[in-house]
């Protein structure tokens, strides 16, 4: 069973930063995609930023310029560097992975999410 676990979360001003690292129970080179997610209020889960198996990273237009999706092969994480935030960054933040069954279909799992609260 894959398990991922975000920390990194917080209450922060509007102009300020936080990392969110998210550990995987896998390796996570094993994975097809790894990304964050966020829900705020009311709203929507919606794309933050994804990575892909090659490294090759995605950033939604809102996240382009102030965040940046990373990983750590040894540390076996994937983080996001979240600068100069705003206060419509608030939400819940949510790990993603998509893996690769033997058969070749891919499965989507969630972390429990962590929260980010940026006040103005």
């Known amino acids: 069973q894959v398990q991922l676990v975000e920390s990194g979360g917080g209450l922060v001003q509007a102009g300020g930063s936080l990392r969110l690292s998210c550990a995987a129970s896998r390796p996570i080179t094993n994975f097809k995609t790894m990304g964050w997610y966020r829900q705020a209020p009311g709203q929507q889960r919606e794309l933050v930023a994804t990575?892909?198996?090659?490294?090759?990273?995605n950033h939604a237009q809102s996240a382009m310029g102030r965040f940046t999706i990373s990983r750590d092969i040894v540390q076996n994480t994937v983080d996001l560097q979240m600068n100069d935030l705003k206060s419509e960054d608030t939400g819940v933040y949510y790990c993603?992975?998509?893996?690769?069954?033997?058969?070749?279909?891919?499965?989507?799992?969630w972390g429990q999410g962590t929260q980010v609260t940026v006040s103005l």
């Open positions: 990575i892909e198996s090659g490294g090759s990273t």
């Open positions: 993603y992975a998509l893996f690769t069954l033997v058969d070749g279909s891919t499965r989507p799992r």
